[in-house]
C-alpha cells in the first residue's frame, strides 16, 4: 500500500533537478542568499512517498526499461566521444604536465641547496614551514594560511609532499605546480632525493563506473551525468548518477557497520545497519546537487578553482531509508531540550578518510531538523536498490534542498554540538565570496557555509553554440523557481512563448 502526496511548499531541490553555482574554493556568486537560517517556519516542498516494507515499484521497472535504449545510445556515443577526446586531451595534458614538472624535476643553478635534515628543522610558524618536492624545497608558511587544505599541508611541514600528493592525485597538474614554484627557495640535496619507488595507490580496488558519465577527475573518481539525460527520466538512473568523492571509497562491510549517535543532551547509542531498517521506512523524491556544479560558466567571467563541473553535477533520486528525527529518539532526542535551535547543529561523519585519519565531515543548523516540512532520510536504498557503493553505502545522510557537500557519504556518526563541524569541507571550502576576492586575500571564516540551493535554471537539450533551424524551436531542461518547481521547460516559436510542463 503506498499513499503519495505533495506538502505544501517553498522551494527546494525535492521536486525537480536544480544547480548550484557555487565554490570548491574561491568562487563567486552575488546572487547567494548568506541568510540561510532565515526566521520563522520554513516549509519545504516534497514529494513524499510512505509505502509498506513490502511494496514493489513495477511502473518503476518498465520506465527503466523503456530509457535503456536511451541510455545504452548515449552510452556508447559518450564513450567513443570521450575515448576519443580524452586522447587528444591526454596528449596535450601530458605536454603541459611535462613543462610544469621539469622544474621539480631540475636543480635550479641560481638557488642554494638543503639536505632533508634542514628542511626537517623547519615544521611550524616559528621557523617557516619548508616542504620538499622532488628536487626542489618550499617555503609554503604564508601559503598554507590561505590554501583550502592548509591542515594537510601542514601535516607534511619539515617533509615531503609526494606522499601527501599521492593521495590526492588531483595536485598533479601543471597549474598547482605553477603555484608551489612561487614559493621555491632551494634544491634538495641529490643525496636527500627519493629513489623512484612504487607508490601505494589508495583507490585500488574502487568500483566500477559507466562509460557514459562524463570523467572529470580519476582520483578520486568525480563524474557528471550527461545533461541530456537528465532530462529523459524523472528519477536519475543510479548507473548515471553523478559522482563527487572527495577521498577514497571505503569499503564497508554491511554485516559489520555501526552508526554511533552522541551530543549534547543525547545518549550515546550505536546502530547497526538492520537495527536503522526496524525504524519506519520513508520514501521521499530530492535533488542532490555538487556545491560546484556550472562551475565551467563561471570560470568564463574568472577562473575560479575546482573540478570543471558543466551542468551535469546533479542528479534526481528516490531515496529511501529512516528519517533522522526517528533514529534520534533512540538516544533520547527531545526538541524542547534546544531552547535556542538556532545555536547548535547536527554533524555528520563519513567513513572516508585521508591518510591522517581525518574524515570527511559537514554540519547543519539544527534548526533544518525541528522543521516538521524537511525530512532529512538515513537512505539505505536509491531508487528502489541499496545504495551504490559511490553514493553512499551502506548508509548517506539526505537533506532535501541542501547543497550535495552537507549530504555525507558512508555516515558513521551523528552527533549534535554547539558548534560546526571543523571539516575543513566545512569551514574552508564550499563557501561564497564577492569577485573581488582572491586566494591571496580570502578570510573563509568571513562567509557562512553554502546551505539551500537557489533560483536556477539549465537548458539540457542543446549545448551552448548549437546552431538550430529556423524556425519553432523546442528547448528542454530543469528549472528551480523560489516559489514553485516545474519538471521541464519548453520554449517554442523562437522565444516568444513557453510552455511550462
Known sequence: MRTTFLSSSRICAPFVPSWYPSVTGIESNPRHDRQHCAKGSRKFHQYREYQSQSGNDTKGHMEWSKLGGT?????????????????????????????????????LKHLPYFSRNEVAEHYDDSRRVWVSFRRGVYDVTEFSAVHPGGSRILMAAGGSLEPFWELYPVHQKSDVFHILEKYRIGNLNEDDVL????????????????PALIRRAEKPFNGETPPSLLIEKFHTPNDVFYVRNHLPVPQVDAKTYSLEIDGISLNEVSLSLQDIKK??????????????????????????????WTGGAIGNAKWTGAR????????GFKPEAYKHPEKFHVKFDGLDTDQSGECYGASVPLSYLLDGNFDAILAYEMNDKPIPIDHGFPIRIVLPGIVGARSVKWLSRVSISDEESQSPWQQRDYKVFSPSVSLE??????????????????????????KVKKGPLKLQGYLIHKFQCFVAIEVLRKG????IQ
Open 441 to 466: 586575500t580570502v578570510d573563509f571564516s568571513a562567509a557562512p557555509p553554502i546551505m539551500e540551493t537557489p533560483v536556477t535554471s539549465y537548458i539540457c537539450s542543446h549545448d551552448d553554440g548549437d
Open 195 to 210: 629513489e623512484t619507488q612504487e607508490s601505494v595507490d589508495h583507490f585500488k580496488g574502487e568500483p566500477m563506473r559507466h
Open 496 to 499: 516568444l512563448s513557453h510552455r
Open 324 to 331: 533522522l528525527v526517528d533514529v534520534l529518539r533512540t538516544a
Open 279 to 308: 525504524f519506519p521506512k520513508v520514501s521521499i523524491s530530492a535533488t542532490i546537487q555538487c556545491g560546484g556544479n556550472r562551475r565551467t560558466e563561471m570560470g568564463k567571467g574568472k577562473p575560479v578553482a575546482g573540478l570543471g
Open 71 to 107: 541510455i545504452g545510445a548515449v552510452a556508447i556515443t559518450g564513450y567513443l566521444v570521450w575515448k576519443k577526446s580524452s586522447s587528444v586531451a591526454q596528449l596535450d595534458a601530458q605536454k603541459h604536465h611535462d613543462v610544469g614538472n621539469r622544474k621539480h624535476e631540475q636543480a
